[in-house]
């Protein structure tokens, strides 16, 4: 077990874009602008995509540790 947590440690920080694009995004009330957003949809678009994938990457992940663990 002690193998599959080197390996966890062993993979970097990712810092994906959506969450700086995101607070570039909120106006002064907290709400997202929707002025700014329609102006960077290929951003956003992209954005979320990319956080799409990495949340695929993940499950896979879990699912590849789960089975090394049982």
Request: proline share 3%.
């Amino acid at each position: 077990m002690s193998d599959i947590a080197e390996v966890i440690k062993s993979v970097p920080e990712v810092t994906l874009s959506i969450i700086p694009l995101t607070w570039g995004l909120i106006d002064e009330a907290g709400h997202i602008d929707t002025k700014k957003a329609t102006g960077r949809v290929s951003e956003v678009d992209s954005a979320i995509k990319e956080a799409e994938a990495y949340v695929e990457s993940v499950e896979r992940a879990v699912t590849y540790l789960k089975r090394l663990s049982k």
